[in-house]
Nanobody, 121 residues
């Protein structure tokens, strides 16, 4: 089992920045990718970004150029630096972990509990 805990969410004005963290514990696998999804009220959970064990990154078009995903394998922690935030970025943000082939989908085996990000206009 892998446990994932997100932190760093909060309330920010449009144009501001936030940094989310996702700490992994338990049975962590060295070759696992990690990713971020988000879910706004009344909408489906959507892919935001993912990073392979070796550091290859993937982004949704809606966040490309504004968000940066990174990871520190020694600390089993992943980060999401969010800049130039917009009201439409408001959502609960979830981290996940698993093989790269599924971590960009909702079929990833491990998920955190989510952290709320609210962007005011």
């Amino acid at each position: 089992q892998v446990q994932l805990v997100e932190s760093g969410g909060g309330l920010v004005q449009a144009g501001g920045s936030l940094r989310l963290s996702c700490a992994a514990s338990g049975r962590t696998f060295n070759n696992y990718a990690m990713g971020w999804f988000r879910q706004a009220p009344g909408k489906e959970r959507e892919f935001v970004a993912a990073i392979s064990w070796s550091g290859t990154t993937y982004y949704a078009d809606s966040v490309k150029g504004r968000f940066t995903i990174s990871r520190d394998n020694a600390k089993n922690t992943m980060y999401l630096q969010m800049n130039s935030l917009k009201p439409e970025d408001t959502a609960v943000y979830y981290c996940n972990s698993g093989p790269l082939i599924v971590v960009r989908t909702t079929k990833a085996p491990y998920w955190g509990q989510g952290t709320q990000v609210t962007v005011s206009s």
